[in-house]
């Protein structure tokens, strides 16, 4: 049996700034009645939405990757993230939908595809269960809670997330060779901060406890966005954005991007999308060495540097 429906979507070429992106992971996100399955009055067959798959073209025949965040069979609430070969500035992109076929009983998926070799690692933290935290690149950078429910599984502004007290809880990923290099680097997140507690809590942290070496971080502090990069001991500079209150109780994009070897070694940090301006103390100069450590989320590894969300 073939797939029994197929619809288009449509991605605004005046959503894609600048150049053309290539492989680009795009976000599906929504609650579609049709993507429901047949016993809740859609057209999906599966109960785990493996009959949901992304084509480039309209006859069905080029698969593209993609990956499920999310299927709730009842309502036909879908997060999933689809690999678009390009997606165009300067036209609209057009991929197909397709869905409604009983042969399909196992997954579609193709997690890792989504994610190509630029990625080192993508933690969506959506699992309700267990104490890990999957990581969706081919690296298997995979994070350990403290406990089940250490940090908690909560609803995210995209899919799930997890909850973090402000105290103990982080998750922690430890050290690998694809995750060790910090002289080019872009990190993201979606946080929404109940409170600062303690002194510059943690969103991304690796370093080690001695602050030897090279290391860097991504965190909040009261009132104010941070991002630190240091060479111990040899160079010591790091920087901080000074323009931008992070609010609590609001969900807030928080990105970063840093080439150590450009020539002004600036990182740029964007709120929402929109870069924030930078205040330098001080300026580190020549290689940036790997740091080896355990990389954390919502902390450090002496556990005091807890975010609170």
Request: proline letters at 4%; glycine letters at 8%.
């Amino acid at each position: 049996m073939a797939y029994g429906f197929y619809r288009t979507v449509t991605i605004d070429k005046t959503k894609v700034p600048n150049t053309d992106q290539t492989n680009f992971p795009v976000l599906f996100s929504g609650t579609y009645s049709y993507l429901a399955t047949v016993a809740n009055g859609g057209k999906v067959q599966n109960a785990s939405g493996f009959d949901i798959i992304f084509t480039s073209d309209s006859q069905g025949v080029t698969k593209l990757d993609h990956e499920i965040e999310l299927y709730t069979a009842a309502s036909g609430l879908v997060v999933m993230w689809i690999r678009v070969p390009t997606v165009s500035t300067s036209a609209d992109t057009v991929i197909y939908l397709w869905y409604g076929n009983a042969d399909i009983s196992s997954s579609q998926e193709t997690i890792t595809g989504v994610w190509d070799s630029n990625f080192k690692g993508v933690w969506h933290l959506k699992e309700t269960t267990g104490t890990t935290n999957a990581d969706s690149t081919i690296n298997a950078n995979n994070g350990t809670k403290v406990a089940a429910t250490e940090p908690n599984p909560v609803t995210g502004q995209i899919g799930g997330a997890q909850d973090f007290d402000g105290s103990n809880d982080k998750v922690s990923v430890t050290q690998s060779a694809s995750i060790n290099d910090l002289s080019q680097i872009t990190i993201s997140a979606w946080v929404n901060a109940a409170s600062f507690p303690g002194i510059a809590p943690r969103i991304i942290d690796k370093r080690n406890a001695n602050a030897d070496g090279a290391f860097l971080w991504y965190l909040v502090s009261p009132g104010n966005i941070n991002f630190e990069a240091h060479r111990w001991q040899t160079v010591d500079g790091n920087w901080k954005t000074t323009t931008y209150n992070l609010p609590t109780d609001t969900w807030i994009y928080l990105a970063l991007t840093y080439d150590y070897g450009a020539t002004t070694n600036d990182p740029v940090i964007y709120v929402n999308g929109v870069s924030q301006t930078i205040t330098e103390l001080g300026i580190p100069s020549g290689t940036l060495a790997a740091e080896t450590e355990t990389l954390n989320i919502g902390n450090r590894n002496a556990q005091d540097r807890a975010f609170d969300n």
